[in-house]
Every structure is written in structure tokens, then in C-alpha cells.
Nanobody
Framework: QVQLVESGGGLVEPGGSLRLSCAAASVSIFTINAMRWYRQAPGKQRELVAA???????NYADSVKGRFTISRDNTKNTVYLQMNSLTPEDTAVYYC????????WGQGTQVTVSK
């Protein structure tokens, strides 16, 4: 069964940085096209943050453009989200997602931006 395991969340002050990782198990991400990061803040709907295709094409939500960078390392079966210049509005649970014979979600990792 395909599993996605996120890590790298935590508490950071405004203006700080974090790097999230999402490791895929039981599947090679060579076989997966789009890999995505979503987030869900308290009381809000889950939203797409960033996506990266197998060819390396990236897309970002307007709210994170210029601050976040998504990348994938197929040799490590891992996708990353580098988050810089974080603001309190970035506080949310961040989820990794792929479609592989169905929707596959990670368990989520909490990111809290606060003084």
C-alpha cells in the first residue's frame, strides 16, 4: 500500500524558514506525475499550495509565490517544500498528496508561525 510520510513541520517565528519533506513508501515516484502540497488552516478549506510534475514543472498558489519552492528527488523518493519568509497566515497543517490508483494523502505536519 502506498504511503506518504511528511516531516519537517514545527514552530517558527515570522520571517523564518522551514523545509517540509514527504517520503513515499511502497511506490517509486518515478511512476508518479504530479506531486502536490496542500494546507488546511483552522476553520478553512484545504487549499493547494504547490505542485511539481515528473518533468519538474512547478505551480504555486498566488499567496506563496516567491516564498515557497517545491522540488522532488526521484532518487530519494521524496518531495520537498522549502518555505521562506513565513507569516502567521501560513500557519496550517500541510499535507502531501499524489494520485496513484486513487487519492493518496499523507498524515499531515503542523506548521505554526508565531512569535
Amino acid at each position: 500500500q502506498v504511503q506518504l510520510v511528511e516531516s519537517g513541520g514545527g514552530l517558527v517565528e515570522p520571517g523564518g524558514s522551514l523545509r517540509l519533506s514527504c517520503a513515499a513508501a511502497s511506490v517509486s515516484i518515478f511512476t508518479i506525475n504530479a506531486m502536490r502540497w496542500y494546507r488546511q488552516a483552522p476553520g478553512k478549506q484545504r487549499e493547494l499550495v504547490a505542485a511539481v510534475s515528473s518533468g519538474g514543472t512547478t505551480n504555486y498558489a498566488d499567496s506563496v509565490k516567491g516564498r515557497f519552492t517545491i522540488s522532488r528527488d526521484n532518487t530519494k523518493n521524496t518531495v520537498y517544500l522549502q518555505m521562506n519568509s513565513l507569516t502567521p497566515e501560513d500557519t496550517a497543517v500541510y499535507y502531501c498528496y499524489v494520485w496513484f490508483r486513487g487519492d493518496i494523502w499523507g498524515q499531515g505536519t503542523q506548521v505554526t508561525v508565531s512569535k
